[in-house]
Nanobody, 122 residues
Framework: QVQLVESGGGLVQAGGSLRLSCAAS????????MGWFRQAPGKQRELVAA???????DYADSVKGRFTISRDNAKNTVYLQMNSLKPEDTAVYSC????????????????WGQGTQVTVSS
């Protein structure tokens, strides 16, 4: 069973930046895909960014060019660098562990962290 702990959320003005971190334990981190999801009040959870075990990445259209997902297998940590933040990025961000080394969609993620709040003021 994998355990995930996020950190790095907070309050930032529009146009600012934040970096989220997610520390994983409980299984061989480097063998699995990782993802960042977010959920705003009244909205469905959405997959924001994902990275395979080999480092290939995908992003939701709404964050392309602004967010960057990366991983440090030596530290068992996945990051989400968020730049040019907008008020509509306000949400609880959670990292998730994939079921295998690749992913085809949100359904391929099965373990979740507790989430960290990101609030972007206008």
């Amino acid at each position: 069973q994998v355990q995930l702990v996020e950190s790095g959320g907070g309050l930032v003005q529009a146009g600012g930046s934040l970096r989220l971190s997610c520390a994983a334990s409980g299984r061989t981190f480097s063998n699995y895909a990782m993802g960042w999801f977010r959920q705003a009040p009244g909205k469905q959870r959405e997959l924001v960014a994902a990275i395979t075990s080999g480092g290939n990445t995908d992003y939701a259209d709404s964050v392309k060019g602004r967010f960057t997902i990366s991983r440090d297998n030596a530290k068992n940590t996945v990051y989400l660098q968020m730049n040019s933040l907008k008020p509509e990025d306000t949400a609880v961000y959670s990292c998730a562990a994939g079921r295998r080394y690749y992913y085809t969609g949100p359904q391929d993620f099965g373990s979740w962290g507790q989430g960290t709040q990101v609030t972007v003021s206008s």
